[in-house]
C-alpha cells in the first residue's frame, strides 16, 4: 500500500493541518517508507511461531513483574468522608445531573 500526494493532503484536511508543498512530499515519502516496513515485516513467514508477551522474552527468561494485590494502607473510608456533604451506606451523594 502507498499513499499518493491527494491521500496526504486529505489526511491534512481530517487532521486539521497546513502544510506546504514541501511537508507535503516529506510526509508522503515518511508514511509511505513506514509502510515499506510493514509490508517487510508481514512477508515474514511466522507459522509456528508463539506470540511474545514481551520482546526481551526472546533474549532471556521473564515473567511478569507484578506486585502481589494486598492492600498496602489501612482502610480509611470513615475518615475520608467526613468532610463530605452527604454519604450513605459508604458512598459519596451528589447532586443528579442527568434528568
Known sequence: MSLTP??????AN????E???EESE???TQIN???GIVQAMQAVDTTGIEPMAHPVAAIQDITLR?????ASEPNQRDLNQQS??????GLFLVPKVIE
Open 6 to 11: 491527494q491521500d496526504i493532503a486529505r489526511i
Open 14 to 17: 481530517l487532521a486539521r493541518l
Open 19 to 21: 502544510l506546504q508543498p
Open 26 to 28: 516529506r510526509m508522503l
Open 33 to 35: 517508507g513506514f509502510f
Open 66 to 70: 507484578l506486585r502481589p494485590d494486598v
Open 84 to 89: 463530605a456533604p452527604a454519604v450513605e451506606r
